[in-house]
């Protein structure tokens, strides 16, 4: 059973910095493609940033280099690096898994992140 957990959301005061992970379990971690969604009051779920088996990363726009991805498959971890926080930031922060060749997606349970002005 694929297992996905957030951790390290919390309150910060814009400009602060944040470091989300996400471990995994129930799968085998090293093959699967891992990214950071977020979803704001009243918005739709949107894409972060995703890394690939290979190491490969794709950015959102808005990141604009404040946030990095990053994984340990020693540790079946994913992180979120996120620096230079604004209030627009504020959203919960979801971990996903997919597999090459798949349709199936795997999500965590997500982590509030709150940023204050």
């Known amino acids: 059973q694929v297992q996905l957990v957030e951790s390290g959301g919390g309150l910060v005061q814009a400009g602060g910095s944040l470091r989300l992970s996400c471990a995994a379990s129930?799968?085998?971690?090293?093959?699967?493609?891992m990214g950071w969604y977020r979803q704001a009051p009243g918005k739709q779920r949107e894409l972060v940033a995703r890394?690939?088996?290979?190491?490969?990363?794709v950015s959102a726009a808005f990141v604009k280099g404040r946030f990095t991805i990053s994984r340990d498959n020693a540790k079946n971890t994913v992180y979120l690096q996120m620096d230079s926080l604004k209030p627009e930031d504020t959203a919960v922060y979801y971990c996903?898994?997919?597999?090459?060749?798949?349709?199936?997606?795997?999500w965590g349970q997500g982590t509030q992140v709150t940023v204050s002005s």
């Open positions: 129930g799968m085998l971690f090293s093959s699967a493609d």
């Open positions: 996903a898994a997919d597999f090459f060749g798949s349709p199936t997606a795997y």
């Open positions: 890394i690939t088996r290979g190491g490969s990363t």
